[in-house]
């Protein structure tokens, strides 16, 4: 699916279109972007500025070099990507045995606030699910959680 986003400007529209209006509609504080939803939502925070009080990336591939990194729409400098205009905090979350979020410290490419690595299990370290049952994601993000 990342491949066919990335290269299929049809498909990309629309998952576009999809997130930037639920989020236009519901005007969340706090986006939790998981593997390629975390691609989708980079872009339409981008593209749009909407504003947010955290993004929380879950097992991205984001700054993965060639494959997705080089292949955003978004523009970067000086080979670094940038944080989304409106977005207060940016929360990068990443199993360290996870294969798709590579590489997992984003903020080796990305302005990211708060990394947390988790240990999720070697059946369940890409899941949402298994991200979310995680008492460190609850830690990283009770903050937001509890309306500051």
């Keep these: 699916m990342a491949h066919r986003y990335l290269h299929d400007p049809a498909c ?4 576009r279109t999809v997130v930037a209006e639920a989020i236009q509609k519901y005007r969340p504080s706090i986006v939790l972007a998981h593997s390629l ?3 989708v939502a980079y872009e339409v ?3 749009t500025g909407l504003g947010l009080d955290c993004l929380v990336t879950l097992g991205s591939p984001l700054g993965l070099p060639g494959a997705v990194f080089d292949l955003l729409e978004a ?3 000086h080979g670094l990507g940038s944080k989304p205009p ?3 905090q940016w929360v990068n979350i ?4 996870d294969l798709v979020a590579v590489p997992r410290r984003l903020g080796d490419r990305f302005p990211v606030d708060l990394h947390v690595k988790l240990i999720i299990g070697s059946a369940d370290f890409h899941t949402m699910a298994g991200y979310l049952s995680s008492g460190r994601t609850f830690s990283a993000l009770e903050y937001f959680l509890r309306g500051h």
């Design 12 to 15: 990309r529209k629309a998952a």
């Design 37 to 39: 939803g975390s691609i």
């Design 45 to 47: 925070l981008h593209d």
């Design 75 to 77: 523009q970067s400098a």
């Design 86 to 88: 409106g977005v207060g």
């Design 94 to 97: 990443a199993d360290i045995g």
